[in-house]
């Protein structure tokens, strides 16, 4: 079984950066896409990126392409937000799945491990 554990949400304003942290424990996890997820009040849960296990592809939505960047050392990856908007106010989880990064985005059901989530609030 794996654990995920997110780290580095706050509260910040906008314009300003944080790195978010995901760590994995109970196994190792190579094979697996790692990404990230976000659910804002009263809206659905939603893709923000991926990377591929060995970390050379990446995946981004559109919202947060050129703002964000996703990178992974094997069994911890890490988003580096920057430019961050208060629409980007959302509680942010990681996933680890084994299909391919591509389509992360559309396995949020199937997607076979998930932290806890950890908030991020951007003040206007």
């Known amino acids: 079984q794996v654990q995920l554990v997110e780290s580095g949400g706050g509260l910040v304003q906008t314009g300003d950066s944080l790195r978010l942290s995901c760590a994995a424990s109970?196994?190792?996890?190579?094979?697996?896409?790692m990404g990230w997820f976000r659910q804002a009040p009263g809206k659905e849960r939603e893709f923000v990126a991926a990377?591929?296990?060995?970390?050379?592809i990446a995946h981004y939505a559109d919202s947060v392409k050129g703002r964000f960047s996703i990178s992974r050392d094997n069994a911890k990856n890490i988003l580096q937000m920057n430019s961050l908007k208060p629409e980007d106010t959302a509680v942010y989880y990681c996933?680890?799945?084994?299909?391919?990064?591509?389509?992360?985005?559309?396995?949020?059901?199937?997607?076979?491990?998930w932290g806890q989530g950890t908030q991020v609030t951007v003040s206007s």
């Open positions: 996933a680890a799945d084994l299909g391919p990064a591509q389509y992360l985005r559309t396995r949020q059901a199937a997607i076979q491990y």
């Open positions: 109970g196994r190792t996890l190579n094979g697996y896409t």
């Open positions: 990377i591929s296990w060995r970390g050379g």
